[in-house]
């Protein structure tokens, strides 16, 4: 991981951030990416919700890189102290490794759940980060309601924001889009 990595968060977008700079090296995102191929695969599935859904997706064990779970808790909870503010944010699931081809998108929906009830902790915050080359693929553009201008995300690069938050992919054109995603939760909000 790299901790050069820079967040920004311009006053639009209060409960999104940015990184400017890559959290994880070409050579790590590489890694994530063989390491799905070897993983079992599922369709991507739209939970606590009805909006539809076109992906594979792979479940990365705690156990097969727990060195970039710590790095990843190490920065979430960095970035929740400094621009977020959000009481017990733990990793309490594991990363989804996401891949979209050509024609593959994920309709406008949030990362929380309506029935909270089903849920043993609530989603707080949601990571996407970019594991292939923005070059390899067109279309499948994370947008975030009511975040203009969303900037195209390059490899390694992530975004974060409140899980609460309406968002899409955008259907791929071209290529493979492949993201690791995450959700940090915790106790209820209060």
Same mark, same amino acid.
């Given at each position: 991981m790299d901790n050069k990595a820079i967040i920004t968060e311009p006053k639009w977008k209060r409960w999104v951030v940015e +990184?400017? =700079? &890559? /959290? %994880? +090296?070409?050579? *790590?995102?590489?890694e994530i990416i063989g390491l799905s191929k070897t993983l079992p695969q599922a369709k991507g599935k739209a939970s606590g919700n009805d909006a539809a859904r076109e992906s594979t997706?792979?479940?990365l &064990? #705690? @156990? !097969?890189m727990q060195p970039? $779970?710590?790095d990843i808790d190490n920065f979430i909870q960095k970035t929740n102290r400094n621009h977020f503010g959000f009481g017990d944010i733990q990793i309490r699931e594991p990363a989804q490794i996401t891949e979209y081809i050509k024609g593959? %998108? $994920?309709e406008w929906h949030t990362d929380t759940s309506v029935d909270m009830s089903s849920e043993p902790a609530v989603r707080k915050l949601s990571m996407t980060l *970019?594991? @292939?080359? &923005?070059?390899?693929f067109e279309g499948g553009e994370l947008? /975030?309601? =009511?975040? !203009?201008n969303t900037k195209l995300m390059k490899q390694g690069h992530a975004t974060i924001?409140?899980? #609460? *938050?309406?968002?899409?992919? +955008?259907?791929?054109?071209? =290529?493979v889009r492949r993201s690791l995603v995450m959700w940090f939760g915790g106790e209820p909000f209060k």
């Open positions: +990184t400017t =700079g &890559p /959290i %994880f +090296t070409p050579k *790590l995102c590489q997706v792979a479940w &064990p #705690f @156990n !097969k970039m $779970y710590d593959g %998108f $994920y *970019l594991l @292939n080359d &923005p070059s390899e947008q /975030i309601d =009511g975040v !203009k924001f409140a899980s #609460f *938050l309406q968002h899409t992919v +955008t259907p791929v054109t071209r =290529g």
